[in-house]
């Protein structure tokens, strides 16, 4: 990516660059997303709802305990009477207390179990749908974002069902138990008190819609410090080889520096909102104890009462701070689910059929009729391609860059569907097959193929899990790849760690060879599949390829005249028409394009 297009897209949204995020209602489609990831957990919600209303029923009744015990429980020992109506009053503190602790453990215990089981299926709708989407969306969708998504995001939604639900529910609670508790206790102090409820209310409401703005842009901007930082890492040979790492670390600097910025406005907002609520707390504290005590000094209310005032007075200002934070961590998770409903809400451009057909038996038959295909609307890649390759044939593709040759071996593979016409398999329609069907029956080989981690055995029955050891040796036997892995220290079974970095190019193509070879396609297509292979490797594969490609359709796309040399048949392509097709040994005595490629190649080798 330049560092024009790179500066130009810092100025963008970094998820709202995309058509799947400018079209869709996301707040409507993160409810309806989160109320589909809740909806099988209902009766236990309901449960933690009654939990949590009993927790708060105790909590709330301590202060009026209390004044109980000032006002009748104290006087009477004062007086040399008994302690028993004390007594009772701090057994009956005991058991309240009892009872809200038990009632939070439960609640934790039980809200934290739904709260994992939420986030687990919600990591599995994410991982599945983007295992499902086409390779378009791969294309522009980074890999930084996928990995903001499924991890920067999903935690943020795991804050808040850990503690943001529960502040707002005791919240709400304790700030409607308090209001009523104030009123009944004594109206005329209680109306003093709620005087500060709109200052709270205007304070709160200011501070959500000001938060709502600013966590959007966090997302954002956290998304974009990860894609550059992905980006880089992932790239990292060719940022050393081209000297770029001052440069790279100039552009993270400036995503870092506005994902800063952003976090600092964050920052302010809360140093406003929670002094505010401070601030007024502490004054209206000061205007109860002052016009309470007044009223106790001349009798009008006792000293018990003024006790429980100031108590739920504490109360009711506490869980401002506590609404804060949950506004912190929804806003925060809010645009989290934002942009997770969003991916969850692309539909992929390769979708199976409402009404599939089924391949009864699989000759392997390949038929493009008519078809256009562009990359960019009005940039045609394919104008209008007609070919037939009958089952059994090899098929080779040469031509020079951008002449159509990987997009016809990705509309074959049905990475893509065409703009116009149609891709046939057997007679039928492409977009008329089962994905998982059609996938059996048609297998890429390119020459950047990954490795996963996991021993050699592992990746060649990548495509076959069920294979036995034997098929396994067998696939590697067939491609040559068998003498390289036998010198392995662990031969079959030696770990081929991140990305097959243990093997070097050219072994790492032949395990892909023979991924592909035990997966036992009726269409193989190899893309330039023997470029990164040294001579004598490539020698060897071709010896293999002759007798792995005797009984299926292949389609062979390659530089090296060499490759194209075992084929049955050969066209010549040029911004995505064919130009010649025939048998290599008759186009190289003629003298047109192929001629004339296995002259230079010819030459290349003296």
Not at 305 to 311: G, K, N, P, S
Request: include cysteine; charge should be neutral; proline fraction near 4%.
């Amino acid at each position: 990516m330049s560092e024009t297009v790179w500066r130009g897209r810092l100025d963008e949204k970094a998820d709202d660059d995309l058509p799947i995020d400018e079209a869709l209602p996301r707040r409507r489609e993160a409810r309806d997303l989160l109320y589909s990831l809740l909806t099988p957990f209902r009766a236990t919600v309901a449960v933690l709802a009654v939990i949590v209303v009993v927790e708060n029923a105790a909590r709330l009744s301590v202060p009026l305990l209390v004044q109980r015990g000032i006002d009748r429980g104290i006087p009477p020992i004062a007086e040399g009477g008994p302690a028993r109506e004390l007594m009772m009053i701090v057994a009956a503190l005991c058991v309240v207390v009892c009872v809200q602790a038990v009632s939070r453990m439960v609640f934790l215990k039980r809200s934290g179990q739904v709260g994992q089981k939420v986030l687990l299926e919600l990591r599995r709708r994410v991982f599945r749908h983007f295992g499902r989407l086409d390779v378009a969306f791969h294309d522009r969708y980074t890999s930084g974002r996928v990995v903001s998504r499924s991890t920067n995001d999903i935690e943020a939604i795991q804050e808040m069902l850990q503690t943001g639900f529960d502040s707002l529910i005791t919240a709400v609670l304790t700030l409607g138990g308090t209001a009523v508790l104030l009123i009944v206790l004594d109206w005329r102090l209680g109306l003093v008190c709620l005087v500060a409820f709109p200052i709270l209310v205007a304070l709160a409401a200011w501070f959500r819609t000001e938060s709502a703005k600013t966590y959007r842009e966090v997302r954002e901007s956290a998304a974009l410090v990860i894609v550059q930082f992905v980006e880089t890492m992932t790239g990292i040979k060719a940022v050393q080889a081209y000297r770029r790492e001052g440069r790279n670390q100039e552009i993270f600097d400036d995503v870092a520096d506005r994902y800063r910025d952003i976090n600092e406005k964050t920052f302010k907002l809360v140093a406003i909102f929670m002094p505010g609520v401070k601030l007024v707390g502490n004054i209206t504290t000061g205007v109860v104890l002052l016009y309470g005590g007044y009223r106790v000094l001349h009798g009008e209310m006792t000293i018990g009462t003024l006790t429980a005032f100031l108590l739920y007075l504490r109360m009711f200002f506490e869980p401002m701070q506590e609404i804060t934070q949950f506004f912190n961590t929804f806003q925060s998770a809010s645009s989290a689910l934002e942009k997770l409903a969003g991916v969850l809400a692309q539909k992929p451009a390769i979708a199976d059929p409402e009404h599939p057909e089924t391949l009864t038996t699989v000759r392997g038959q390949v038929e493009l009729d008519h078809v256009g295909f562009s990359y960019v609307p009005n940039r045609p890649v394919l104008p209008d391609l007609d070919l037939v390759v009958p089952a059994g044939q090899t098929v080779a593709l040469v031509g020079t860059t951008g002449a159509g040759k990987t997009t016809i071996a990705k509309l074959i593979a049905r990475f893509y569907d065409p703009t116009s016409g149609v891709v046939r398999l057997d007679g039928i329609d492409l977009r008329n097959l089962p994905q998982d069907e059609l996938r059996r029956h048609v297998v890429m080989v390119t020459q950047e193929n990954f490795m996963f981690s996991g021993t050699v055995a592992d990746n060649i029955r990548f495509g076959r899990p069920e294979a036995t050891d034997a098929e396994v040796i067998a696939a590697a036997e067939a491609v040559g790849a068998d003498r390289f892995i036998a010198a392995l220290p662990d031969g079959y079974e030696t770990d081929v760690a991140k990305r097959g970095g243990r093997l070097s190019a050219g072994q790492r193509q032949l395990v892909a060879f023979a991924r592909a070879f035990l997966a036992d396609p009726a269409v193989l297509i190899l893309d330039e599949a023997t470029s990164s292979l040294d001579i004598p490797s490539e020698r060897m594969v071709q010896r293999a390829l002759k007798t792995v490609l005797a009984d299926r359709t292949a389609l062979v796309i390659a530089h090296r005249l060499s490759t194209v040399e075992i084929a049955d048949r050969v066209l010549v392509l040029e911004h995505g028409r064919i130009l010649e097709d025939g048998p290599p040994a008759e186009l190289v005595r003629g003298d047109g394009h192929y001629a004339a490629l296995h002259e230079a190649w010819v030459r290349s080798l003296v």
